[in-house]
């Protein structure tokens, strides 16, 4: 089962459905905090729109995106471990959506994208929840796209 992630700092709506589809991606799973965006196409009236018109299903996840004070310390120190230390404990009071999440992974076989904005995973909380969920399903494998 694989789960996929991307951000689409450096995509437009054409590439970024490309290259969903080039990896048979059934299910978009959005985990920004704030699924609204300047960038045409990437808020999420828009986004249910173009997932229905390419066969995906969108989800908001925003409940589990990092919070504006945290991503404004981020910014600030350039401190990704605290990206990540914050955010885990985050996502342990947030088990109810994490675990509607992994049921929809799983019931799914995968087929699955976390989508954000950061084009580097590694500076992305989509990483961090990624790793977690790998730790709930046995046997997923994680592909950034």
Request: with cysteine; charged share 30%.
């Amino acid at each position: 089962m694989i789960l996929f992630t991307i951000g689409y700092e450096n995509h437009n709506t054409k590439s970024l459905f490309a290259r969903l589809r080039l990896h048979d991606v059934r299910f978009l799973l959005d985990v920004r905090a704030y699924p609204i965006s300047c960038r045409d196409g990437m808020s999420t009236g828009e986004l249910r729109f173009s997932c229905k018109a390419h066969d995906m299903v969108y989800k908001d996840f925003s409940g589990l995106g990092v919070p504006a004070y945290l991503r404004r310390q981020i910014r600030a120190s350039c401190n990704y471990d605290l990206l990540r230390d914050e955010y885990l404990k985050l996502l342990d009071r947030r088990e109810k959506g994490l675990g509607f999440l992994r049921d929809l992974i799983t019931a799914n076989e995968g087929r699955a994208c976390l989508f954000c904005y950061e084009h580097n995973p590694a500076k992305c909380h989509r990483s961090i929840l990624a790793q977690r969920l790998k730790e709930m399903v046995p046997g997923i494998i994680i592909t950034d796209l």
